[in-house]
């Protein structure tokens, strides 16, 4: 049997920071920053609240909507994050213990797409037996990641969690297709610095967030475009056939150049990074949550995502939606 999205919770901390907020410590205004991205505001972790909490609250909601039973049969967890709270324990873990799951659990590392090969791997250990129920989160604190004297990287960036019970579904729905891919050589494009001071190039690297916005808007544009098409094809499906685009939220004219290419109306794409900024691994179940409290999702639906970022990575996926726990 397929293997596809059972349940879903999302959170995003509750301060929120705006562009007007920013403009106040930075040489930058409200119409720089949206002319530019889209943006208008951000939601920021207190001081006190890191990586684990934003998962555990999105955990939270996804059983407050869904109910304890919706964890039952999970003994699989990953988390997907590039701002985990320590290298070991793994994040996943702490969330496994939690919720007193007994899971195998492990944190995954893959830039922005984090959340679509996490989804990947699951469906994939549940299709193939390895696995009976997997809890996917996708969790961020970029906030405590980025330089705030960087007018060019600290107006893009959010904090927020997003998980999802993937299990087996009837014929017909769940995912159909899945692309990830990565280029290597990019990563002097989009960085920030762990153990080594230097990547294998001799880039030296930042303590925060760094990003050649130029180069990463290029590839952007062309993975959005390759990507869904990709996806869309080994899925078995036409562009005419995507009900709801969900895209990475990162910018709002990279959005726009992939929804021309498929030929979508505005109405059949989930934009929410007005309000949220780029929350990275959280980006997507985020809007796909916000899409289904919106009623803009029906069972048989198909839903395209598609992501992008650090590694550089990509990655995108088709689902046929269906009854939910």
Partial sequence: MPAGILALGAYAPAKVLSNEDLASFMDTSDEWITTRTGIKRRHVAAENEFTYDLAEKAVQDLIARHGEAALEGVDLVIVATNTPDALFPNTAALIQDRFGLKAAAYD???????????LAQAAGQVETGLANRALVIGAEVLSKAVD???RSTAVLFGDAGGAAVIGRVPEGQGFRSFVLGAD??????????AMAARLPDGTRMNDRIFMNGREVFKFAVRVMDTATVEAIEKAGLQKEDIRLFVPHQA????VDAARERLGLDWAQVVVNLDEYGNTSTASIPLALKEALDAGKIQSGDHLLFVSFGAGLTWAAAVHTWGETL
């Fill in 108 to 118: 995954l590392l893959a830039g922005c797409p984090g959340w679509l090969y996490a």
């Fill in 251 to 254: 910018n709002r004219r990279i």
């Fill in 184 to 193: 290597g050589s990019g990563a002097p494009a989009l960085h920030m610095k």
């Fill in 148 to 150: 705030w004297r960087d």
